[in-house]
């Protein structure tokens, strides 16, 4: 499952950097996946949203429905 998580995080990369931020893989612990906000979303207010109902809905939909997304710094 981490290769697809992995795989999922490089095709929505561009579109996270086309808004000049970046988004990071750091680990998959159990049905947990982090990851690291960087460039303009690292500090954007926008961030929780991007995270729970962008990235990780569609990474609920693209590899597993149980999959989370935790942010770590």
Do not use: W
Not at 18 to 27: F, I, L, S, T
Not at 34 to 49: S, T
Request: glycine fraction near 8%; include cysteine; proline fraction near 4%.
């Amino acid at each position: 499952m981490e290769e697809k998580v992995k795989n999922f995080i490089s095709e929505i990369r561009p579109m996270i950097q086309a808004h000049g931020g970046d988004v990071e893989y750091v680990a998959l612990i159990g049905v947990t996946v982090q990851l690291r906000l960087l460039g303009a979303c690292a500090h954007c207010p926008g961030a929780v949203m991007t995270l729970k109902q962008g990235i990780e809905a569609q990474l609920r939909e693209a590899v597993d429905p149980q999959l989370t997304v935790e942010r770590v710094d």
